[in-house]
């Protein structure tokens, strides 16, 4: 029986430990997880709120580098331009439609969501629209109602236009992945709503938007899983992203031209038809091509 014990005691020593190991950690685990559930829920809740750090960290990144702030403000002023249309926009309420959608939708952020370029005042007063599901991420919410951003709900955008304009990429995530192409076969809702609201469309061709970051090669099938919900991964390449992080020191050496293309106005109708909906979307689309065989000076594919 001593025998035994001297055999086994070691390995009860360790068995002991491991319990005590794996408890602390089960433990950690249930505290992390409550608090998570916790903190997140006071962030749903507007409890917890980001941007009065956000107002906080601004200003004292002003007042100890305000010389580089304003070099890169300025940096982004030089780098994204408008051309075009840009003095007939006055008064009334616009669709803007921005081709194409970048990996990053730069120059539409920068003209709607930030007052650093000289977009014509009725692209700086229209609401940004966002993928929607960008608002289960934390403190998104906050930082849309922030920024004059709203979800790509149809509600949403339809009770902005009774306010105002909006800008939208209108071919999607997806349209990432193509170059010279507009997804726009499958759109429906946006030329309904136009229609609904009698609101005019602006195409908005945004010249090497797709060249500031390119996409990591991913493999196809990943994004074909993808392909049904209409989204895509998007991970820019790191060569891409250091060649624009020169920005911070200088402009781009090319600056960004987006081309405000001429209104198509729209009739409206209170209640859409499909044949409707169908025409004004191809009469869209004509005018886009002919604008962007013009702007780029190659053809457009519509998908």
Not at 19 to 36: K, P, R
Not at 139 to 163: C, G, Q, R, V, W
Not at 208 to 232: G, H, N, R, S, T
Request: overall charge neutral.
């Amino acid at each position: 029986m001593t025998r035994m014990i001297d055999l086994i005691y070691p390995y009860s020593y360790i068995s002991i430990w491991i319990g005590v190991l794996l408890g602390i950690g089960f433990t950690a685990a249930c505290v992390g997880l409550f608090s998570t559930m916790f903190i997140l829920i006071c962030i749903s809740l507007g409890m917890i709120r980001i941007m009065p750090l956000f107002t906080f960290i601004n200003r004292i990144f002003r007042a100890s580098m305000h010389t580089e702030i304003s070099r890169l403000e300025n940096n982004i002023k030089e780098s994204f331009k408008m051309t075009g249309n840009t003095h007939a926009l006055e008064g009334g309420h616009y669709i803007f439609m921005w081709h194409p959608h970048g990996v990053f939708p730069t120059s539409l952020y920068f003209h709607t969501a930030s007052s650093l370029t000289d977009a014509p005042i009725a692209i700086k007063e229209s609401k940004t629209v966002a993928f929607s599901n960008l608002q289960w991420l934390p403190f998104t919410t906050e930082i849309f109602h922030e920024t004059n951003i709203i979800p790509s709900e149809y509600h949403d955008m339809k009770n902005a236009l009774k306010e105002g304009s909006i800008s939208l990429s209108p071919g999607g995530m997806r349209e990432m992945l193509y170059k010279d192409t507009a997804l726009l076969l499958r759109r429906r809702g946006i030329f309904k709503m136009a229609l609904e609201s009698g609101t005019p469309l602006v195409p908005v061709i945004s010249r090497d938007e797709a060249e500031i970051f390119k996409a990591v090669d991913l493999p196809e099938w990943i994004q074909d899983i993808l392909k049904p919900y209409d989204l895509c991964i998007p991970i820019p390449t790191w060569k891409t992203i250091s060649r624009f992080l020169g920005i911070l020191h200088n402009p781009l050496k090319d600056p960004l031209y987006s081309v405000i293309g001429e209104p198509i106005l729209v009739e409206k109708v209170e209640i859409p038809t499909e044949q409707q909906i169908s025409k004004l979307r191809e009469k869209y689309i004509e005018a886009l091509k002919l604008m962007y065989k013009k702007e780029i000076g190659r053809e457009l594919n519509i998908l």
